[in-house]
């Protein structure tokens, strides 16, 4: 079994920082991809950054040059960085794996934790 929890999302000023953290428990599986989502209220869940196996990213427009993705494959956590943070980025944002156990592989999802941009 496998589960993710996230943890770091909270109430910020605009300009400011928070750093979100997901880490998977469990063992004998190996994962491929995180990523980061947000929902923002009435609207869809859209994808924040990615980042594979052997580190190579990718980021939504809105997000470039503000936010960081990164992970610790020894602790099966993947990180975001958010710095400059707008009230636009106000959502709950999810946490994603795609990891290999057994013969198959799965979509993890973590509970979501809410960032609010306000003053």
């Known amino acids: 079994q496998v589960q993710l929890v996230e943890s770091g999302g909270g109430l910020v000023q605009p300009g400011g920082s928070l750093r979100l953290s997901c880490a998977a428990s469990?063992?004998?599986?190996?994962?491929?991809?995180m990523a980061w989502y947000r929902q923002a209220p009435g609207k869809q869940r859209e994808l924040v950054a990615r980042i594979t196996r052997d580190r190579s990213t990718n980021y939504r427009d809105s997000v470039k040059g503000r936010f960081t993705i990164s992970r610790d494959n020894a602790k099966n956590t993947v990180y975001l960085q958010m710095n400059s943070l707008k009230p636009e980025d106000t959502a709950v944002y999810y946490c994603?794996?795609?990891?290999?156990?057994?013969?198959?592989?799965?979509?993890?999802w973590g509970q979501g934790t809410q960032v609010t941009v306000s003053s």
């Open positions: 469990g063992s004998g599986f190996i994962i491929y991809t």
């Open positions: 994603n794996q795609y990891l290999h156990l057994g013969t198959a592989t799965y979509d993890y």
